[in-house]
């Protein structure tokens, strides 16, 4: 509704602001404006549009103004003091000067000032860098925006299928069907292995197998080989440059042969630049992918099995995506459609630009771990809290000292400086001082890069390289600071009136306490949920590691082995193994707990459509070895020769998707999905439901196979605290039972926990901001506390001579400040709460979010505020009155 | 639309002249002049009254405060011995600019 008193009410305060505007005019003005306000509502306005038209009827209040200044003031005075700013720039000398003294003799202010600034930057800084470092992720290939990735996506038994992967001859049919496809080639990860050449051997991580298209679609410099030719063989190797320096010293690599899983030699053929480290593709040694279909050539037309491979493709233009994705959806019928109708499922291609897979792919398979957006996110805000808390302490500390300067705002008023004057003054100083604590903060940054190096795993560099971005940045950061930090003070300031400050009465600083009370309780808040978020993620994490998994991932090694040698001995090794004290179980596997299982499509009894489903392979002492659980029915046994051939255990998880009353005995069609390798398995037991993967995940349908092919990992359970000795007498059996393999171990619970790799960083980077940013705070009050403290001096004088104690005083002066920091984690509590759950929603298995958090973050913020605030109260309690009452 | 110098010249013989049938209250001062000239003289409605200050100032007119029926309160000004005479003054200027240009400008509109 419409308040016509109210909006008179405010358009005086407006009139009253001009100060040529007498009350008696103001009544007179008013007295008009109602008049016209009648006159327009009898013809038929509104209230709020007769209000409307008769303010802008009277006109604008300022040319009124200046009329009566006219008037008033005769025929010499200069135009009025609103009218124009009367920039003169010889006062600029004058404005740098003051600004440096102000620095100068108040060295403790100006210091507080400048280095919580700059720690507020320098964080600001760094964030920065690392936003700008994911979010450039990919983009160095020349044509990024024209790369997309082949994804597959659907529904299939019931479970939704998101994969990075495709069939492996996606890629030819591709680029030979589909003109706008330029060039389509396939990654093919390896597992790890060991590669030698002559003495030097070393194991590799990032090996993949590759098309030659690879140099159509991506920009891999090559430095020595020939890119056409480089991977068209078999057995052939591209290297990236550290790694065949890594070999090869100096000599020239091409030609020679790396040997790889001391078994089959690759000849070098091409040496490329090294992939900067914000590639999604971990590349350092790349194997022809014919080396591949040499080696399984079912492999190579086969659109059903696994073996699948990424696909990577080049478009002409980037618009082509839709229109191909749609076309894509036929090749789909084609190959699959039958299928799918059969198992009620649907699949379709989708394409992902290739600069979005860091941030925005969180699919099956995917090439390694990928970062989240949402990551982005946060730590964006923790730049802008960060910031925001250290120009506040800028804002408290400069209007709590106003009263230092009203004389000279006074001054200048009286000699004839305008409001605009003062507060391009006041900002001009902001804005010099975040240019000084800009360098300060450069500085910090510098020596801040080993440590966000080892917290973020990310190398940066100060270099010329990124001046170009750096430096708007920069400039605007210094702008944005200054202003924001400035701008209170400045507007503060200018309104100081020259007859109070001149006269010297009551301090002018005094009135704005509320508004500074309201900084440091904002600045708390900030600080204290943080403290919150960190505890909280430590929880999670901690919850994470110690939770039952339903299996025992400690003390448990495992080794790498494609040794098929070793598979035929098994028994024989295992004893060997055994005869070592302090060794429980030695049992083979496919996979341990934290790498990523196979999948499968399983067709189970009794029901007609196929379900997706993960599975391992073990032998009969897995389930001992890893300490699960059989609840019902029968572990395998090694006795039983058919269990070899057809035996599976299966999870709780399936059992209660199947919805089956009696597992023992039902059967399952298992790798049903193309035309190849069926088979019949038979369930012998149910293990109790346990966590293969990140407790992001929920459990899902599972089987262990006891197909005893392909198993390339033992793992050994151990005794406690035997660890190094241990390992030392596996590395000499090793020697003895495979002589040229090299001994290539792994701790289970290591790898387990490494999953939470992503938690843990936020942890130590929220942390490690959360502890800025109340060193910030802190830093502010203390400035605020020492300027309370050096006010009240006298009052703490008188106190002390009437008999107050010096645990009195310090109380009466920290007091205030506790209160505002007591105030603050009321608010704090529910805002880290509310956040908190959303992350917590992310997994599937959280913690409970404990009310003790938020009891030790409010004490942890009210200690060392405590901490802060007492050395000054502490200080002024302790000195003596009469030095403080003396001149008086 | 009369340019700024015309205005300012007008306005003080326009208001004592308007003075000159007795006092009157500023806002009631602009309707009678919007209605004279038929919104020909469009003025800024605030902008009269620092120019009534000025006038009050010189000593042409004076001024006092009355409460109104509705309870609203209204300067009423009145014209001075001084002001009466500096109209006359005015309008012997007036009377000869206006005289010129009768006789030299055809295209100036008749007054009715």
């Known amino acids: 509704m419409f308040d016509i008193e109210k909006a008179v009410r405010e358009w005086r305060r407006g009139l009253r602001k001009l100060e040529s505007f007498e009350d008696g005019f103001v009544a007179e003005l008013e007295s008009h404006l109602r008049d016209e306000f009648d006159r327009q509502k009898e013809k038929g306005s509104s209230d709020a549009s007769a209000f409307a038209k008769a303010v802008s009827l009277v006109g604008r209040p300022e040319s009124i103004a200046e009329e009566y200044y006219k008037t008033n003031a005769g025929p010499l005075a200069a135009s009025p003091s609103w009218t124009k700013s009367r920039f003169s720039p010889a006062l600029i000398g004058n404005y740098l000067k003051v600004a440096l003294r102000t620095i100068r003799r108040h060295k403790g202010y100006s210091f507080i000032n400048i280095a919580g600034l700059a ?63 330029v060039a389509a080639a396939r990654f093919y990860k390896r597992d790890a292995m060991s590669v030698k050449f002559a003495d030097r051997e070393f194991m590799e991580s990032g090996i993949v197998y590759a098309d030659p298209a690879i140099f159509d679609v991506f920009t891999f410099p090559m430095i020595r080989g020939n890119v056409k030719a480089a991977l068209e063989r078999s057995r052939t190797v591209v290297l990236t440059e550290s790694t065949a320096k890594k070999y090869f010293g100096t000599e020239d690599p091409i030609g020679k042969f790396l040997k790889f899983n001391n078994q089959s030699d690759y000849a070098v053929t091409g040496v490329i630049r090294d992939v900067p480290q914000n590639s999604h593709l971990k590349l350092s040694l790349i194997c022809s992918m014919e080396t591949f279909f040499a080696r399984n050539p079912v492999l190579r037309d086969n659109w059903f099995n696994e073996g699948n491979s990424y696909t990577y493709i080049r478009l002409d233009r980037p618009e082509t995506r839709k229109p191909l994705e749609a076309k894509l959806a036929d090749l789909m019928e084609e190959k699959f459609g039958k299928l799918l109708r059969a198992a009620k499922g649907r699949l379709q291609f989708r394409l992902q630009p290739l600069t979005a897979i860091h941030l925005h792919s969180h699919l099956q398979w995917e090439f390694g771990a990928n970062s989240d957006i949402l990551y982005i996110y ?55 001082t975040s ?119 400690d003390q448990i090694l495992a080794i790498n082995t494609s040794d098929q040698t070793i598979l035929k001995n098994l028994e024989q090794v295992k004893s060997r193994f055994k005869e070592i004290p302090g060794i429980l179980e030695v049992s083979a596997t496919s996979h341990v707990p934290g790498q990523t299982p196979n999948n499968n499509i399983v067709t189970p009894e009794g029901l007609e459509t196929a379900m997706k489903c993960c599975f391992i392979r073990a032998d009969a002492d897995y389930v001992r070895t890893m300490g699960m659980e059989i609840v019902k029915g029968r572990n395998f046994s090694k006795d039983m020769i058919s269990d070899g051939k057809n035996a599976i255990l299966i999870n709780e998880t399936a059992v209660r998707k199947l919805a089956w009353q009696d597992p023992i005995g039902k059967t399952m069609k298992v790798g049903g999905a193309g035309p190849l390798q069926f088979s019949s398995k038979t369930v012998v037991g149910v293990v109790r439901d346990f966590n293969y993967s990140s407790l992001r995940n929920s459990i899902e349908p599972f089987y262990i196979d006891n197909d005893m092919s392909s198993l390339d990992v033992l793992a050994v359970k151990i005794k406690a605290d035997q660890a190094g000795r241990i390992v030392g007498e596996l590395k000499k059996a090793w020697k003895t039972i495979s002589p040229d393999k090299l001994f290539d171990f792994f701790f289970v619970d290591e790898l387990f926990d490494a999953q939470y790799r992503s938690e843990e960083r936020l942890n130590t980077i929220f942390s490690s901001f959360s502890l800025m940013a109340i060193a910030i705070a802190c830093l502010g009050l203390f400035g605020l506390a020492s300027y309370m403290a050096e006010r009240r001096k006298k009052e703490v004088g008188i106190r002390k001579v009437l008999g107050a104690s010096i645990g009195e005083v310090v109380g009466l002066l920290s007091a205030q400040f506790l209160k505002l920091v007591g105030l603050a984690a009321l608010i704090a509590w529910p805002i880290a709460y509310l956040g908190m759950s959303i992350w917590l929603r992310g997994f599937a298995y959280r913690t409970p979010i404990s009310p003790w958090t938020f009891v030790f973050s409010g004490l942890a913020a009210l200690a060392i505020a405590f901490l802060t605030v007492s050395y000054q109260a502490v200080r002024a309690a302790s000195a003596n009155p009469v030095d403080s009452l003396k001149y008086e | 639309m009369i340019s700024k110098a015309l205005m300012a010249a007008s306005t003080k013989p326009i208001i004592l002249s308007i003075l000159l049938e007795g006092e009157d209250y500023g806002y009631n001062i602009i309707q009678r002049v919007k209605d004279a000239s038929n919104g020909f003289l469009e003025w800024s409605d605030g902008m ?65």
């Open chain 1, 119 to 181: 720690l507020g930057m320098a964080c600001s800084i760094l964030i920065i860098f690392y936003i700008q470092h994911e979010l450039s992720y990919d983009r160095f290939h020349a044509n990024a925006d024209r790369i997309f990735r082949v994804a597959v996506d659907g529904m299939l038994g019931g479970q939704s299928i998101n994969g990075a992967v495709t069939p492996n001859p996606l890629a030819p049919a591709l680029s030979s069907r589909y003109p706008e496809v």
């Open chain 1, 378 to 432: 946060i730590f964006a805000a923790i730049a802008a809290v960060i910031l925001a808390i250290a120009c506040v302490n800028f804002m408290n500390l400069a209007t709590a000292r106003s009263a230092r300067r009203a004389r000279e705002v006074g001054l200048r008023k009286v000699v004839g400086a305008g409001r605009r004057d003062l507060m391009g003054q006041f900002l001009g100083e902001s804005t010099s």
């Open chain 1, 435 to 553: 240019l000084l604590a800009l360098a300060v903060a450069l500085v910090f940054v510098k020596l801040a890069l080993p440590l966000f190096k080892s917290i973020s795993g990310i190398e940066l560099a100060l270099g010329v390289g990124q001046l170009s971005w750096l430096i708007p940045v920069f400039f605007g950061l210094v702008l944005f600071v200054g202003l924001a930090a400035g701008i209170y003070p400045a507007v503060y300031l200018s309104a100081i009136r020259p007859v109070k400050a001149l006269k010297g009465g009551p301090e002018a600083g005094s009135g704005n306490a509320r508004f500074r009370r309201i900084l440091v309780v904002g600045q708390f808040v900030l600080s204290i949920a943080m403290i919150s978020g960190t505890r909280i993620i430590e929880d999670q994490i901690r919850f994470m590691k110690n939770r039952d998994l339903g299996f025992q991932k």
């Open chain 2, 48 to 112: 009269l009254y620092p120019v009534l200050q000025r006038l009050e100032k010189e000593g042409f007119i004076s001024s006092r405060w009355i409460v109104s029926e509705g309870g609203r309160y209204r300067k009423y000004y009145q014209i001075t011995d001084a002001g009466r005479t500096e109209l006359e003054a005015e309008m012997v200027q007036w009377g000869g600019v206006f005289g010129a240009l009768a006789k030299l400008c055809p295209l100036l509109p008749a007054v009715d």
